[in-house]
């Protein structure tokens, strides 16, 4: 007789068989078989009936599955789980229609030609192929660059002063912060035109919005930085201190490098919460249909402003152009944001 | 042997293990000896192979002194009149049960006990004579001074193995001619230079729990210090990496004198010169008894010692 060699052979034993797969897959099938059938037999019409007696079939259809071939611990496993698939549905569903409607309607007057020029001679009317949004994209670069250059070290100090600091106005600092986050952007866009122009005398400019927006940049950036900070463990703080460091020493060059790529995250949140903003730079900027190089003085262009004046005025192929004015920012900050996660994550394997 | 040069060959050590009891001699001769005890023998003939350097003051130092130290975290009391003399150029062990105060008080000896909002003090902490806790010394000069290994290993994650170790240099803001050289020694005298000295330039994270502990000995050799607090090196440790670490706290001891916090009373009886011993009986921490080494495991004054030291309780 052959001596019978045992030769490993890699397997994954709990991959599950077709057999076991059967059950589930019958159980989808029933699901919106008796989905279509319900609809097509009770009042329940239109997309929304349907809708709703899926998901309510679906939770029907996996807990009595769950519970034939099993017991009740299952079913209710079963329940929870189409519950969080549902919830997931939820989130991503709207998600992908709004990133569809934007590519399908914003895609439309897309030619490198709009990144040359801009609306300073072009009617609203003239077809896609005319003018540019150059305006919009050297205002949003100047506005939100600013806004970053300021925000981003208020914020990330006012984190360190919470966190590391620890001082006595820590809590209300926090406090403020906190309830900075929830103030509306018009408030800061007003704050902005209350003091800096009517106060101090400054007409519209590109700085103005800036500032604006830094209002409301400081505090997610300072909310985020502050719970990655929380999240460096205290050894490694103690470890620089027991070295003969200064508290300064210690932040600047083992705590603030073990966040960096959190911190990245804080600003990269803050320029989102920004960038979109419109109702602050109405009050602050102005809005303007040529390009202006000079962001201490004058009207601005920005997206936002792009797109909601495109709208206002209404026919075919403004509607047009503010469908892409969205798309164009929606990629040009998805490049900025791979840029900075690139970027963060660029030096060395971390591990 | 200057301490700088240690080649971790068994030669190298049990020379320095010659210098430091001096009259070992036989036992040099044949290197079983030496580890024999470890594995076979109970703790007190442990105890007793190394036999302790009498500490005498060495250079005019007279080394870091506790005089009188009491602790408070609010209104706790946890620890209670503790007075210790730590030699330069000895080991010494702290052990006693957990939530006894040993770690409290190695962070009152290098001023980290501070950091704990609600904390406390009383008494004195003497280095070179001079009380460290004194308004106007500067604490971070004190810290220099009394280097801290902490329980788990911690090196900073942004930084390379190298400037892991060159990093208190840094931090401290001290200039050095020549870097390399302090770099080498630094981690030859931890023990760690020939897993290491290709892969300088990687993240200290990537090395093994045991050589990042190594690495953060390293790290606190860089600076120079004149006393160096281990709170548990060892704890979360394979038996492997506690030996390699306890080849290095000897090594070093030549050179400064170590504290070290350990529930393992292999290793304290194996590595220190002399024990003390911290009990805790529902109230603040005591120090119950303290004394070379061979003399707290062999023959023990108090009962309390002799139950913790032979395992009756703790």
Known sequence: ?351 | MSSTDGKNTNNDREETMSQVTGKQSRAIQDPSTIKQPVATHSLSDVASARRAKFGQPTNGSTGLEAKGVHAWFGKKHVLEDISLDFYTGTVNALIGPSGCGKSTFIRILNRMHEFIPTASLAGQVLLDGKDVYESGVDVTKIRLRVGMVFQKPNPFPSMTIRENVLSGLKLAQIKIENSDELLESCLRRAGLWDEVKDRLSEYGGALSGGQQQRLCIARSLAVNPQVLLMDEPCSALDPGSTLRIEETIRELSSSMSIVIVTHNMQQAARVSDYTSFFLSDGGPGRLIESGTTAEIFTNPKQKRTEDYVSGKFG
Not at chain 1, 19 to 24: A, E, G, M, R, T
Not at chain 1, 43 to 72: C, E, H, N
Not at chain 1, 174 to 189: C, E, H, L, N, Y
Not at chain 1, 320 to 325: N, T
């Open chain 1, 1 to 351: 007789m052959s001596q019978t060699l045992l030769v490993a052979k890699p397997n994954r034993p709990w991959k599950l068989t077709p057999k076991q797969v059967l059950p589930d897959l019958l159980g989808a099938v029933f699901t919106v078989a008796s989905t279509l059938l319900i609809v097509a037999l009770s009042p329940l019409k239109g997309k929304l009936g349907f809708a709703i007696t899926l998901i309510f079939m679906a939770i029907l259809t996996a807990t009595a599955v769950s519970w034939i071939r099993r017991d009740r611990k299952a079913a209710m496993n079963s329940t929870t789980t189409v519950l969080v698939y549902i919830a997931a549905a939820f989130v991503i569903l709207p998600l992908i229609s709004v990133l569809y409607e934007i590519v399908r309607l914003g895609s439309v007057g897309f030619s490198l030609g709009i990144f040359t020029d801009d609306m300073a001679e072009t009617s609203s009317e003239s077809p896609l192929t005319e003018g540019g949004l150059l305006h919009a994209v050297i205002g949003t670069a100047y506005i939100v660059t600013f806004a970053t250059l300021l925000a981003t070290p208020i914020g990330i100090l006012t984190a360190l002063y919470i966190v590391e600091v620890k001082g006595r106005f820590a809590g209300l600092v926090r406090f403020f912060v906190q309830a900075m986050s929830g103030v509306p952007s018009i408030v800061a866009g007003l704050f902005i035109f209350a003091v800096w122009m009517i106060q101090l005398g400054n007409a519209y400019s590109g700085i103005a919005g800036a500032f604006a927006l830094t209002v409301l940049m400081i505090p997610t950036v300072a909310r985020t930085s502050e719970e990655v900070l929380k999240l460096i463990p205290q050894d490694l703080r103690e470890a620089g201190l027991a070295l003969g460091a200064t508290q300064w020493r210690t932040v600047a060059m083992v705590v603030v490098p073990a966040a960096r790529s959190g911190l990245i995250t804080a600003v990269i949140l803050g320029v989102a919460r920004v960038v979109g903003e419109t109702a602050p730079l109405l009050l602050t900027v102005g809005g303007a249909d040529a390009i202006n190089l000079n962001p201490t003085q004058g009207n601005m262009s920005a997206f936002p402003y792009y797109v909601w004046k495109n709208l206002l005025i209404g026919n075919e192929n403004s509607i047009s152009r503010a469908w892409l004015g969205v798309f164009v920012l929606m990629i040009l900050v998805l490049i900025i944001f791979t840029l900075a996660r690139y970027l963060s994550t660029s030096r060395g394997v971390k591990k």
